[in-house]
């Protein structure tokens, strides 16, 4: 027997659709699932883009005020979809009512953020999970099976890189993303938290680091009205660029291995350039998001002049087999986040938690934040272990 399950979006940007065509595909790939979501409300401040996604989409319901949605007894679940300064207020509260959360990452400004959604999912006793989709990939379970079971040897370092351009062009507009009491740490919770989210999940914890940021682009025009994605604004008023640009970090693990992690918000001439090189003492694995479904592997007993062979992905593989009957079939970004919607319906129908928690959400967060006190002391940090 199936149960339908009333689900909501709360912030309809981009991401809000992504969300809402996860819930729409998840049956498909999943078909054993033993929830059917039902898209019951979606909410948006923007006037009038609540109303278009609901006519679009199907949703029952549309309002500008995400408070409605906790109050409605017909939503049992939630995607948080909404800006990083409304995440902990919104989060803390839809898991109050008793909505089960989704939030996509960083959740929240700080660590003390995360820390305080995910103490309220925790009292609730309702299912959290974060967007932390890269993690979702085949190949990237793949590599972390290849290397959990001794694949390349112990593990020496590892480097990994997001490098973008979605706010390389000097006209891009001043949003919310820039602020430091709206956006939080810049480059840091747009893609570095995915870094420090891979790192743990390939390689363990992270025992401590050093960090150094930099501002490239100090100033940008305010926009006129609402905007949507990375919209360009010539000609406002110049504010403030408040946030970072660009960091770079060493990272020491506590298995003892060496990394690096880089990312730049406006790499000129890079788009999307996510991944990770993985180093051990008798191979390596390296991943492209770019070539999503293929892992390089380098292995073999002679050391020096190593080939790397590349590895399509395939149905053994995570969960490729839900999306693709062979590989080299290619899976796509929108995939990941049916997978992650899969995670987190199969955690509500069984009571147990699937893929990524508010608790990687809390370590990423707590990386975050040694990040920036590191970058302002120039000094090594240490993380607490977990």
Known sequence: MVDALGVAVVGFGWMGRVHTQAYARVRHHYPRLPLRPELVAVAEEVPGRAEEAAERYGFATATRDWREVAADPRVRAVSVTAPNFLHREIGVAMAEAGKHLWIEKPVGLTGEDARAVADAVAR????????????????????????????????????????????????????????????????????????????????????????????????????????????????????????????????????????????????????????????????????????MNELGVSRGTAYQDEPVSTVYVGPGDGEFAAFQPGAANAMGYDDLKVIEAHRFLRSIAEGRPYGTTLADAVRSAEVLDAMVVSAESGAWVSLPSS
Do not use: K, M
């Open 124 to 291: 609730a006793g309702v299912q959290g999970a974060v967007g932390f989709n890269y993690r979702n990939a085949p190949a990237v379970e793949a590599a972390r099976d290849l290397i959990a079971s001794g694949g390349i040897g112990t593990v020496t370092h590892v480097r990994i890189r997001l490098f973008s351009d979605y706010a390389a062009h000097p006209d891009g507009a001043l949003t919310w993303r820039y602020e430091r009491e709206r956006g939080g740490s810049g480059v840091l919770g747009d893609l570095a938290s995915h870094g420090a989210d891979l790192a743990r999940f390939l390689l363990g914890d992270i025992a401590s680091l050093t960090a150094d940021t930099a501002v490239f682009v100090p100033q940008r025009a305010r926009p006129a009205g609402a905007t949507a994605g990375h919209a360009l604004a010539s000609g406002g008023e110049p504010g403030p660029v408040e946030n970072e640009d660009y960091v770079g970090c060493l990272l020491r693990f506590a298995s003892g291995a060496r990394g690096v992690l880089e990312a730049c918000r406006v790499s000129v001439g890079e788009q999307n350039n996510y991944g990770f090189e993985v180093h051990g003492t008798r191979g390596a694995v390296f991943w492209d998001f770019r070539r």
